[in-house]
């Protein structure tokens, strides 16, 4: 089955109950008139946009680009050009001109669809570009199709540039089939269920986990064009939702906010997401009288296997992520040392996973589009290397401990170090720059940038220099939030850069008398929805 079928079952069985659902506000930000999408409506306009695709020769073999932010237009295009076997990119609207010229040329996209105000964003790159409310031109002739492909998305690794990863219509579907799996706490009730998330559609949490679960269970996605700490639980009032997801930003961002009695006034029966700092986690749950459920999962696995601390023993506080033989689609881990070497009871090593069953690849990721070495290193030896480091305890739960990856993770973003470094590096004045991780308290990691400038430049001005070139050649998120000058790098033995941790450079890189703290400014360069 591929997401557009499931929605016509659906259609047929929950007609008149809502599928989308917008907060006044956002209503009103976006101009569409209502706040209420039913099943129905979105099966007819599904319909009726796949007529005008296949009329203009759109099938397998095509991919279309879509920049349509958080707004239900992009699901709509999605499922009409799912029922033609086409493959849709979402782009970040974060994404900078160069990036999104790079996206469009890797992924052979053969037409872009964004809202009218993101048009000029999009345009100019060799492909055409419409609005999500024009008629698309004529198909060009198709490429070759990767069988049963629903999405490219692209995740950022630690070779620099993002890798697509080709999603299948079954991966997309194991979603669904995890999450109505799923007991109390977290089972969905069928009909009833109302799921609120700010986070991205161009990213499978949204566009996968949330939304595949809701048509799964006849219940509806709760869109906002993002997180608003100050409204959130009002927010969840207004809609009725049910549920939410999360990142470890947010739980982060509401504990900050002054007590109140809206802090328990709500129907919320459960969040859902992952990295709530052991300190917030208890604290979250007494103050506001709902259960934080970490999972882990990472674009390449899906639902195929996602782990969650859904089931008892939840251990509260230690970044538990739950038990491999939870409910749902059956999956294989594996902890192995820095030699490959399997660690035994319990232990702390890497992750490996694999579905269970004569296919370890079911329902997972296909492969990264053009890079089959990366691909067949990924599944070195059977099993997917995911570079998280985990910890098995005493029950067999997992709990996650740190990335073996050089990829930073800032407020639910994976940022490559090594895509960030050679921006910085291409700029004059710039002998050698290393990009590590930075904590940062509300963000979760904050870019670093230590550079070590060429003889004679002045510090202050090149941090200022090299803050506006990343702006512009970057999304403002890989923009480094802290720049340090030292006189050297670590290097191995080979000459080659050390990874090292931020302490290696100063005990407070930000504070340091050679620091340069751009994180305010940083936050200025969001682009703001349209």
Same mark, same amino acid.
């Given at each position: 089955?591929?997401?557009?079928?499931?929605?016509?079952?659906?259609?047929?069985?929950?007609?008149?109950?809502?599928?989308?659902?917008?907060?006044?506000?956002?209503?009103?930000?976006?101009?569409?008139?209502?706040?209420?999408?039913?099943?129905?409506?979105?099966?007819?306009?599904?319909?009726?946009?796949?007529?005008?695709?296949?009329?203009?020769?759109?099938?397998?073999?095509?991919?279309?680009?879509?920049?349509?932010?958080?707004?239900?237009?992009?699901?709509?295009?999605?499922?009409?050009?799912?029922?033609?076997?086409?493959?849709?990119?979402?782009?970040?609207?974060?994404?900078?001109?160069?990036?999104?010229?790079?996206?469009?040329?890797?992924?052979?996209?053969?037409?872009?669809?964004?809202?009218?105000?993101?048009?000029?964003?999009?345009?100019?790159?060799?492909?055409?570009?419409?609005?999500?409310?024009?008629?698309?031109?004529?198909?060009?002739?198709?490429?070759?199709?990767?069988?049963?492909?629903?999405?490219?998305?692209?995740?950022?690794?630690?070779?620099?540039?993002?890798?697509?990863?080709?999603?299948?219509?079954?991966?997309? *579907?194991?979603?669904?089939?995890?999450?109505?799996?799923?007991?109390?706490?977290?089972?969905?009730?069928?009909?009833?269920?109302?799921?609120?998330?700010?986070?991205?559609?161009?990213?499978?949490?949204?566009?996968?986990?949330?939304?595949?679960?809701?048509?799964?269970?006849?219940?509806?996605?709760?869109?906002?064009?993002?997180?608003?700490?100050?409204?959130?639980?009002?927010?969840?009032?207004?809609?009725?939702?049910?549920?939410?997801?999360?990142?470890?930003?947010?739980?982060?961002?509401?504990?900050?906010?002054?007590?109140?009695?809206?802090?328990?006034?709500?129907?919320?029966?459960?969040?859902?997401?992952?990295?709530?700092?052991?300190?917030?986690?208890?604290?979250?749950?007494?103050?506001?009288?709902?259960?934080?459920?970490?999972?882990?999962?990472?674009?390449?696995?899906?639902?195929?296997?996602?782990?969650?601390?859904?089931?008892?023993?939840?251990?509260?506080?230690?970044?538990?992520?739950?038990?491999?033989?939870?409910?749902?689609?059956? *999956?294989?881990?594996?902890?192995?040392?820095?030699?490959?070497?399997?660690?035994?009871?319990?232990?702390?090593?890497?992750?490996?996973?694999?579905?269970?069953?004569?296919?370890?690849?079911?329902? *997972?990721?296909?492969?990264?589009?053009?890079?089959?070495?990366?691909?067949?290193?990924?599944?070195?030896?059977?099993?997917?290397?995911?570079?998280?480091?985990?910890?098995?305890?005493?029950?067999?739960?997992?709990?996650?401990?740190?990335?073996?990856?050089?990829?930073?993770?800032?407020?639910?973003?994976?940022?490559?170090?090594?895509?960030?470094?050679?921006?910085?590096?291409?700029?004059?004045?710039?002998?050698?720059?290393?990009?590590?991780?930075?904590?940062?308290?509300?963000?979760?990691?904050?870019?670093?940038?230590?550079?070590?400038?060429?003889?004679?430049?002045?510090?202050?001005?090149?941090?200022?220099?090299?803050?506006?070139?990343?702006?512009?050649?970057?999304?403002?998120?890989?923009?480094?939030?802290?720049?340090?000058?030292?006189?050297?790098?670590?290097?191995?033995?080979?000459?080659?850069?050390?990874?090292?941790?931020?302490?290696?450079?100063?005990?407070?890189?930000?504070?340091?008398?050679?620091?340069?703290?751009?994180?305010?400014?940083?936050?200025?360069?969001?682009?703001?929805?349209?």
């Amino acid at each position: 089955m591929t997401p557009s079928e499931l929605l016509a079952v659906q259609a047929a069985g929950y007609a008149d109950h809502p599928l989308f659902i917008l907060p006044e506000a956002v209503a009103e930000l976006w101009e569409t008139g209502r706040t209420v999408w039913t099943y129905a409506e979105v099966q007819a306009e599904v319909e009726r946009l796949r007529a005008a695709y296949a009329g203009a020769g759109y099938g397998k073999g095509h991919r279309v680009a879509l920049l349509l932010e958080n707004r239900p237009q992009h699901f709509l295009h999605w499922l009409a050009l799912n029922g033609l076997g086409v493959g849709v990119v979402p782009l970040n609207p974060d994404a900078a001109p160069d990036e999104i010229g790079w996206l469009l040329g890797h992924s052979g996209s053969a037409l872009v669809v964004a809202l009218p105000s993101r048009l000029e964003q999009v345009s100019g790159h060799g492909v055409p570009a419409i609005a999500d409310t024009d008629a698309p031109p004529d198909a060009p002739a198709p490429g070759e199709a990767i069988a049963d492909e629903c999405a490219l998305i692209y995740t950022s690794g630690t070779t620099g540039k993002p890798k697509g990863c080709v999603l299948s219509n079954a991966y997309f *579907m194991a979603w669904g089939a995890w999450y109505t799996a799923q007991p109390e706490p977290i089972a969905l009730r069928n009909g009833l269920e109302r799921l609120l998330t700010p986070l991205p559609c161009f990213h499978v949490n949204a566009m996968g986990n949330s939304f595949i679960a809701m048509l799964a269970c006849g219940g509806a996605q709760v869109i906002v064009d993002r997180f608003h700490p100050r409204q959130w639980w009002a927010t969840a009032v207004e809609t009725g939702a049910t549920c939410f997801h999360y990142l470890g930003v947010m739980p982060a961002m509401l504990m900050g906010l002054p007590e109140g009695p809206h802090d328990k006034a709500h129907g919320l029966r459960f969040g859902f997401g992952g990295g709530v700092h052991p300190d917030h986690h208890a604290n979250f749950e007494a103050r506001f009288g709902v259960p934080l459920l970490e999972g882990w999962a990472m674009t390449e696995t899906g639902g195929a296997c996602l782990l969650s601390s859904a089931i008892a023993p939840r251990h509260v506080g230690t970044r538990c992520l739950g038990r491999p033989d939870r409910p749902g689609p059956a *999956m294989e881990t594996l902890l192995v040392d820095e030699t490959g070497a399997a660690i035994p009871g319990e232990g702390m090593g890497e992750l490996l996973v694999r579905a269970a069953g004569d296919d370890p690849r079911r329902a *997972m990721f296909s492969g990264y589009l053009k890079d089959p070495a990366n691909t067949d290193a990924a599944w070195d030896g059977g099993w997917f290397h995911t570079g998280d480091v985990m910890r098995r305890g005493p029950d067999g739960a997992l709990h996650f401990v740190d990335r073996r990856r050089n990829v930073i993770r800032r407020s639910g973003e994976n940022i490559a170090a090594l895509e960030v470094e050679g921006v910085l590096n291409a700029y004059p004045g710039v002998a050698q720059v290393a990009v590590v991780a930075l904590p940062d308290p509300v963000r979760e990691e904050e870019v670093l940038a230590v550079i070590v400038p060429a003889e004679g430049q002045d510090e202050a001005a090149l941090a200022r220099a090299l803050f506006d070139h990343a702006a512009a050649k970057l999304a403002y998120f890989k923009v480094p939030g802290v720049i340090l000058f030292r006189d050297s790098l670590p290097v191995t033995s080979t000459q080659k850069l050390r990874r090292a941790s931020w302490t290696t450079f100063s005990p407070d890189p930000a504070k340091d008398a050679r620091g340069y703290d751009m994180r305010a400014e940083k936050q200025g360069l969001r682009r703001q929805p349209a």
